[in-house]
């Protein structure tokens, strides 16, 4: 599975987020670009240990969903509700937005020999590399959502 800690996958994403303009629209769900790029910020805060998310599901959901969202080689179901620890920022700046999420990006990737990863909300412990295939799923997922 393709990897955030990887330099060719973690260089290919920030080039689609760089792609991305205020007047990209969503090829489905509800997010406009700029929530959509905030929504991604409020993922890295969690991934990163920066916000506490409150769990959900039961240790079988939680193991279920793990091994669907980070092992299953299919896309991800479309629109899909967030916990509302990953909708806590709304759009200010684009730019300045984008270049959050370029810099969250950059954080995790210089984590990769971190061992003590905080715990997903939705998918429980996760090992390093489990973090780092999530974080390119949801951003791949996202980005494509908006044609990128």
Partial sequence: ??????????RK?????????????????????????????DYFDVALGRVTAKPIGNTITRALGRWIAIYLPLPWPRNIRTLPEFKATNPADFERDRSALRANIHAFAERKDQTDWPSNPAFGKLSSNQ?????????????????E
Wanted: hydrophobic share 40%; charged share 20%.
């Fill in 1 to 10: 599975m393709t990897s955030l800690f990887e330099p060719t996958a973690n």
């Fill in 13 to 41: 994403v920030t080039q689609r987020i760089d792609r991305l303009t205020p007047q990209h629209g969503p090829r489905w769900g509800r997010m406009s670009v700029g929530e959509m790029v905030c929504h991604l910020n």
């Fill in 131 to 147: 973090w780092a295939v999530l974080a390119y799923r949801h951003l791949d997922h996202h980005l494509k959502q908006f044609g």
